[in-house]
Nanobody, 123 residues
Framework: QVQLVESGGGLVQAGGSLRLSCLGSGFIFSMNTMGWYRQAPGKQRELVAF???????NYADSVNGRFTVSRDNAKNSLYLQMNSLKPEDTAVYYC?????????????????WGQGTQVTVSS
């Protein structure tokens, strides 16, 4: 069974840095494109960065140049280094495959999400 556990969030002042981590299990981590998503209050969840199994990366315009996604396949781990943080980066951050994992629950297909990690950037 797929499990994703995010950690590393916290409260930081604008301009500061945080490093998020995600531990995946229940699937072949190294063979999957993995991404970081975030959801701010009142907004839809968005993909902010992803990294392919081969190590190619892609970023949303809003974080390009400030965030760096990386992975350690030996540790089944995904990371997000976030620098020059802005108040608008405040959100719950989730890791997932890109596209996200889905589960069949009660005959319905739903997207699986871990518990996420809260990032709050104060101005």
């Amino acid at each position: 069974q797929v499990q994703l556990v995010e950690s590393g969030g916290g409260l930081v002042q604008a301009g500061g840095s945080l490093r998020l981590s995600c531990l995946g299990s229940g699937f072949i981590f190294s063979m999957n494109t993995m991404g970081w998503y975030r959801q701010a209050p009142g907004k839809q969840r968005e993909l902010v960065a992803f990294i392919t199994s081969g190590g190619s990366t892609n970023y949303a315009d809003s974080v390009n140049g400030r965030f760096t996604v990386s992975r350690d396949n030996a540790k089944n781990s995904l990371y997000l280094q976030m620098n020059s943080l802005k108040p608008e980066d405040t959100a719950v951050y989730y890791c997932n495959r890109n596209p996200a994992f889905v589960r069949l629950v009660g005959g319905k297909t739903i997207v699986y999400w871990g518990q996420g990690t809260q990032v709050t950037v104060s101005s």
